[in-house]
């Protein structure tokens, strides 16, 4: 087997049961006792370990929590067991041992393979192992989603392929249609920001700033608006240093140095130390005069021209008006200028963006009718040989005159995509609406099986919807709870049949009332309750020999010593065993 097989649950203050261990076996288990014994419990605790959601009133009224362990056999590397190991859990000889706990709090804990883990994995895990159905499953097959889940499950990659195909191309279709609504919607406000922009840049271009020019200004008006003391200083300094020629016996300071220097150099042979300052302050001379020579050209080089001050300043004045709109200083503006240019750029790229956007919508539209196409043909295909199959299985479930159809069918709307000439509704799993039609007997009209189906006559197609499946996408164990409501006489007997055939090929629990089918189990657990109304360990017991035949004759006689019944119960497990 592909996923698994439940071998064994213990259950322990769930609901009635107080502590109890429920033994199945790999092919087919019948749990059967009285009504309110807690048979449902087998079915709820199953449920916990699969990830199902907790409940405080699960709790036994007194008891701190309620716990069910459950140990799995399962193959060396299925994919269950792969992703259990990720998790960290271990397994025990061949079973993976998992357990959930839920206390009188509501709150709720997992554990896998003897490690901790999210609630959420378990819930992974059974997607690989075991196919639940009760009555609120029969209820989720009336819509019509689940309906077209089940028919392209059953399609298998005849409808993946274009379906994975189909929802890609449909995300994408999303996100562009998003962009487009986003880009419309905002045009106001995004023509706003264009003409801000275009106006900055404007005012910015008429100006035509330089990097580093509002530094420069900033000098030359200090040194224009001091012109005057400026050239003053610098004469005294020229005086001093290269003499005034208005005053032929004023003393400088080149002059002296000059003296200081022939001085020493009629002496300097006589001392190597007193050489060297002599040539350091032939140094000094030889700067005094170039520093005296710069004074000079400064002074003639300075501009005291009042108009080129007023220029600089009305130049600075059109600098700090930028600088008060785009930022703290020129390099700041300049920086503002080229990301606002950036911008402008973008906007203004808006309408060659929506044609852009536009043009690849229509062809992904295109694109979504041409696999929606293909969708509809492969649901078509498969629909047939899916109706046909359950058809096939209606007619051993006692019900030789029912057929199963579906109805594929498309809503017109201006606003999707163009299928085989017609502008239909698309969603994110293509533009069919699946409906599965049962006309239970010649002359009915084919109806919505939500409509057409009593209670017992939708448990069949529900289980045979299940056999079928059983032979195209298995799963390694099916739990039927209430399958045969409203059933009896022989469509009993076939839905028996029917679940000992899917229980060749998969591990199947029935929870039954029906001893009809009861009898085809290949073990029958009995569950019942003690004196005070809970459910013990010895509580669920495997039946065999004698106990099997008096719990088939109580089921059907309601007494389990009836004779009658006795000698019926004796007829169905000889039925059963034959066709096995």
Do not use: C
């Not at 406000?189 to 580093?212: C, H, K, N, S, Y």
């Not at 200083?329 to 852009?356: C, F, K, N, P, Y």
């Not at 055939?501 to 003690?530: I, S």
């Not at 065999?544 to 309601?558: F, N, V």
Request: charged share 25%; net charge negative.
């Amino acid at each position: 087997m592909v996923g698994g097989v439940l071998e064994e649950m213990r259950i322990r203050s769930l609901g009635v049961i107080d502590d109890a261990v429920v033994e199945l076996s790999p092919g087919f288990t019948a749990v059967t006792g009285e009504t309110g014994a807690g048979k449902t419990m087998v079915v709820t605790s199953l449920g916990l370990l699969l990830g199902g959601r907790a409940d405080a009133a699960l709790v036994r009224i007194g008891a701190k929590n309620a716990v069910v362990e459950g140990r799995i056999a399962v193959p060396e590397g299925a994919a269950a067991v792969v992703r259990a190991e990720e998790a960290g859990a271990e397994l025990d000889d061949g079973t993976l041992l998992v357990s959930r706990t839920v206390s009188a709090e509501g709150r709720s804990r997992a554990h896998l393979g003897g490690r901790s883990v999210p609630v959420g994995l378990l819930a992974e895990l059974a997607d690989e192992l075991v196919a639940v159905h009760g009555q609120t499953d029969q209820q989720g097959l009336l819509k019509l989603s689940r309906q077209r889940q089940a028919l392209d499950r059953y399609a298998g990659y005849a409808v993946a392929v274009p379906l994975g195909k189909y929802g890609e191309a449909y995300k994408r279709l999303r996100a562009v249609v998003t962009e487009l609504e986003q880009i419309t919607t905002r045009a106001r406000e995004r023509a706003q920001e264009a003409d801000m922009l275009r106006f900055g840049l404007e005012e910015i271009a008429a100006v035509e700033p330089r990097a580093g020019e509002d530094v420069e200004l900033a000098e030359e008006a200090e040194r224009l608006g001091h012109a005057e003391a400026l050239a003053s200083a610098a004469a005294l300094a020229h005086a001093a240093l290269a003499g005034n020629p208005e005053d032929p016996e004023g003393v400088d300071a080149g002059t002296l140095v000059a003296g200081a220097q022939r001085a020493l150099e009629a002496v300097r042979a006589h001392d190597p130390a007193l050489a060297a300052l002599t040539d350091r302050i032939g140094e000094v001379g030889i700067l005094l005069r170039d520093v005296a020579g710069e004074l000079a050209g400064y002074a003639d080089d300075l501009d005291a021209d009042p108009l080129r001050l007023a220029a600089v300043e009305e130049r600075r004045a059109a600098l700090t008006g930028l600088t008060r709109k785009y930022g703290e200083d020129i390099a700041s503006v300049l920086e503002w200028a080229e990301q606002g240019a950036a911008r402008l750029t973008e906007l203004d790229g808006d309408d060659e963006r929506i044609g852009e956007l536009t043009a690849e919508r229509d062809a992904l539209r295109a694109e979504l009718g041409v696999l929606a196409q293909e969708l509809t043909d492969a649901r078509t295909e498969a629909a047939q040989r899916f109706a046909s199959a359950v058809t096939a299985e209606l007619a051993s479930l006692a019900m030789p005159h029912a057929r199963v159809s579906f109805d594929i069918r498309q809503t017109e709307d201006p606003e999707g995509v163009e299928v085989g000439g017609r502008t239909v509704a698309y969603g994110p799993s293509g533009v069919d609406e699946v409906e599965l039609l049962l006309a239970p007997h010649p002359g009915a009209p084919p109806r919505p099986i939500a409509k057409g189906a009593s209670g017992g006559e939708l448990s069949r197609v529900m289980l045979a919807v299940e056999v079928v499946f059983a032979g195209t996408d298995p799963v390694p164990t099916y739990l039927f709870d209430e399958v045969d409501a409203g059933v009896g006489g022989k469509a009993a007997v076939e839905i028996g049949r029917r679940l000992a055939k899917l229980a060749k090929t998969a591990q199947v629990v029935v929870v039954t009332h029906l001893p009809q089918v009861a009898a085809f189990a290949d073990r029958q657990l009995l569950v019942e309750k003690t004196s005070d109304g809970s459910v013990t360990r010895s509580g669920v017991k495997v039946l065999e020999g004698e106990d099997r035949i008096r719990e088939l004759s109580r089921m059907l006689a309601g007494q389990e010593d009836s004779e009658a019944a006795r000698a019926h119960a004796e007829e169905l497990l000889a039925t059963a065993r034959a066709d096995g």
